[in-house]
């Protein structure tokens, strides 16, 4: 099995920066990408950042220029910097990653979330 571990969430005020961390573990053989979505209060899950294996990344149009994502391989763990956050940024923010079992079987799984608040 896999797990994704999620850190990094708290209170900040607007304006402020947080980095979120992800970590993957358990029965992996390789992981083909890393991302993060978010959910607010009485909204869907929407999509906010991904990053593949070779490094290419993609954004929520929204957040682009406000949110960097990164990857660290050798640890199977993804990052999410936040800058410049506004309180319409308040989520619970998830991690997802589609691995390659060790047995060879795709999934995608997904962290326990971790929640961020904007103060204003």
């Known amino acids: 099995q896999v797990q994704l571990v999620e850190s990094g969430g708290g209170l900040v005020q607007a304006g402020g920066s947080l980095r979120l961390s992800c970590a993957a573990s358990g029965s992996i053989f390789s992981i083909n990408y890393m991302g993060w979505y978010r959910q607010a209060p009485g909204k869907q899950r929407e999509f906010v950042a991904r990053?593949?294996?070779?490094?290419?990344?993609n954004y929520a149009d929204s957040l682009k220029g406000r949110f960097t994502i990164s990857r660290d391989n050798a640890k199977n763990t993804v990052y999410l910097q936040m800058s410049s956050l506004k309180p319409e940024d308040t989520a619970a923010y998830y991690c997802?990653?589609?691995?390659?079992?060790?047995?060879?079987?795709?999934?995608?799984?997904w962290g326990q979330g971790t929640q961020v608040t904007v103060s204003s």
């Open positions: 997802n990653a589609e691995v390659i079992a060790t047995s060879r079987a795709l999934a995608i799984f």
């Open positions: 990053i593949i294996g070779g490094g290419t990344t």
